[in-house]
């Protein structure tokens, strides 16, 4: 088969590898639609721990081929990739606590992802989804879950304010999910006007720029004292640093932007969370039990009812051959993006 494989730093190849036959206990999915992310690109650019390596997890397709003591009745039915791969055994699995595994893997960063013509899962990490739902829609429930998952961990409930901190993709996912379960009042912001204008195309109430207008004076304006909930999903720190000024006393912050590990802080950012007893709560992946948890499930129902919407934060389509250069671009910041679509089935 054909898959894009990360062969070094830097180094992505479309080339020809062995075909995938699946194991005992698994079944392999014939990709229609795998969608890059933000982990796919830093993994590119920063470098992996181990090459060759199929990367992709945000990944559909349609079973075609099972393992040993796996029915065949799956065979022709839509899926979608749910990346974690846990033990089920370890202290934490037991918990239901998947993304604090002992000893978990990862289709696509642990284990061969989805930029390629097929890929090998367990069956327990078949999604299986209703046939109509379109393939690129389906790739991208797995950034949706990270957001409901986010939410569920600052213990969102119906009638309070958020602000979201970052209009990218999970930052659009969780506007989205503030919108379904009832935010009274939602907040973006994004050094990026395209990407706010689709904040408030899905959901966003009132959108504002960093660059441009001073944030913690307008979130007072709007808010007063800040938000019930604040989502950061930049990565920045000084964003994280200014998240606690945005955020009312007891009131919580979610964490999912992966900051820049050479970085550090001022010590006045612990006192600002202890003078104002702001929950600061870390947020790893998207599961909780049963595996693969409430955050799947209610995204697909989102998805089917019509609430979830995929269309707007698809800015990009290309056939997967082209990977080589799409990620070469995205390194070096030539293409502006929302959610790239690549498609292992049309030619270049
Ligand atoms: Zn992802
Ligand atoms: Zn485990």
């Not at 002992?102 to 284990?111: A, E, L, M, P, V």
């Not at 000084?238 to 009131?251: N, Y």
């Amino acid at each position: 088969m054909k898959a894009a494989v990360l062969e070094d730093k830097g180094v992505l190849t479309y080339k020809e590898v062995p075909t995938p036959e699946p194991a005992r206990g698994y079944l392999r999915l014939r990709v229609h639609a795998i969608s890059i992310c933000g982990s796919d690109i830093k993994r590119y650019v920063d470098g992996h721990r181990m090459y060759p390596l199929i990367l992709g997890h945000e990944c559909s397709g349609v079973i075609d081929r099972v393992g040993e003591g796996i029915s065949e009745s799956y065979i022709g039915k839509h899926a979608a990739i749910i990346p974690l791969v846990p033990c089920f055994e370890c202290e934490q699995c037991q918990r239901g606590y998947y993304s604090a595994c002992h000893s978990y893997s990862f289709i696509g960063s642990r284990q061969s992802g989805g930029f390629a013509e097929f890929v090998d899962l367990p069956e327990r990490n078949a999604f299986i989804l209703p046939d109509g739902l379109p393939f690129e829609y389906a790739a991208l429930i797995e950034p949706s879950t990270v957001a409901r998952h986010m939410l569920a961990l600052g213990d969102f409930k119906r009638g309070q304010k958020a602000i979201v901190l970052g209009a990218g993709s999970v930052g659009l996912m969780l506007v989205q999910w503030l919108r379904i379960l009832g935010a009274d009042q939602i907040i973006v912001t994004d050094i990026s006007d395209e990407n706010l204008q689709i904040a408030s195309k899905v959901g966003a109430h009132v959108t504002l720029n960093p660059s441009k207008v001073d944030i913690i004076k307008e979130v007072q304006k709007l808010l007063g004292d800040g938000a019930d909930l604040t989502l950061e999903a930049t990565g920045v720190p000084q964003v994280l640093e200014q998240a606690l000024l945005i955020t009312r006393p007891r009131g919580k912050v979610v964490l999912a932007g992966n900051q820049p590990l050479d970085k550090s802080f001022p010590l006045t950012f612990i006192e600002n969370m202890m003078r104002r007893e702001i929950s600061l709560i870390g947020c790893f992946m998207s599961y909780s039990a049963p595996f693969p948890g409430h955050e799947w499930t209610e995204t697909i129902a989102a998805l089917l009812n019509g609430s979830l919407e995929m269309a707007s934060l698809i800015s990009h389509r290309f056939p997967l051959s082209l990977a080589s250069d799409v990620f070469e671009k995205i390194g070096a910041h030539q293409l502006a993006h929302q959610k790239i679509i690549l498609n292992p089935e049309v030619a270049a």
